[in-house]
């Protein structure tokens, strides 16, 4: 699916993507790359990340994949040097990479809430404490991937609710901080999307794909090349007074609060 914004929006610009070897981080990736921008994605698979690069380099743009853990600040401040040194200095900067299961919080480990925190939420940190230095200034946009879990409560997502309340909430203190550095910073709220990771997770049969399709007020999934557009519109000049915004795209889904996501039986 092509965009609907001008060609050649982002051109010259350099764009960091966690997570950007799959699902919506990869969409929005190479949405930013049909529009001109030069692209660095990081993650942990390396195969995931050459195929992903091969895919973004054929639009005719400079691609490169970095295998690093959001966890650990160093090696994601070395991918984002390396990106520094071989593009440029950095214009947009997505924070995408998570990690989500479902689980009862009296069966939940300590280790499974940490490692979903570390990934959201101190993932989150680490990227944007790590480019802060490399960031235009001013004119960059940092757009981190939140979730309905930060501000709606579900059952079987304590972790997930404790992480992307966290990140939402980083994205509001670096909206104060950085503005007097021209650096914008937004969340963007995928709702129930389709052909995502997220999805499998959470509507693990066909009846309980129907139940939230039929429970979003649009009553039809989101596409991950919506939720591309929304990143792009946040990064062009259109939106260059939107800071410290969380902005929802579930078709008016999270309105309805915690019951319609009540899924599967926390018992």
């Known amino acids: 699916m092509s965009s609907t914004f001008q060609p050649g929006l982002l051109r010259d610009k350099v764009a960091v993507v966690t997570g950007g070897n799959g699902g ?23 195969e995931k990340l050459d195929a992903a690069t091969k895919q973004l380099t054929a639009l005719n743009t400079q691609a490169l994949g970095f295998s690093a853990d959001v966890r650990d600040y160093v090696a994601v401040a070395n991918a984002i040097a390396q990106t520094r040194e ?15 299961f479902p689980a009862p919080a009296e069966k939940l480990s300590a280790n499974g809430f940490k490692a979903v925190v570390d990934i ?11 480019v802060f230095e490399h960031l235009t200034k001013p004119g960059a946009s940092i757009i981190n991937i939140s979730a309905p879990q930060a501000f709606v409560p579900m059952a079987l997502q304590a972790h997930v609710c404790a992480a992307k309340a966290g990140v939402d909430m980083i994205t509001r203190t670096l909206a104060v901080e950085w503005g007097m550095h021209g650096v ?14 997220g999805m499998s997770r959470l509507a693990t049969s066909e009846a309980v794909a129907d139940k939230i399709r039929n429970a979003v007020p649009l009553r039809r999934w ?4 919506e939720l591309a557009d929304l990143a792009l519109f946040l990064c062009s000049p259109a939106a260059a007074y939107i800071n410290g915004a969380v902005i929802t795209c579930d078709g008016g889904l999270s309105l309805l609060g915690g019951a319609a996501w009540q899924i599967t039986s926390p018992a």
């Open 86 to 100: 071989q593009l440029g200095s950095i214009d947009i900067v997505v924070c995408g990479a998570a990690g989500n």
């Open 184 to 197: 914008r910073v937004n969340s963007i709220v995928p709702g129930a999307t389709a052909e995502t990771e």
């Open 120 to 130: 959201d939420l101190l993932g989150t940190f680490n990227t944007c404490r790590a």
């Open 222 to 225: 989101g596409t991950k090349d």
């Open 24 to 46: 919506i981080n990869f969409t929005i990736a190479k949405r930013f790359a049909e529009h001109g921008a030069k692209i660095a994605i990081i993650g942990r698979s390396q």
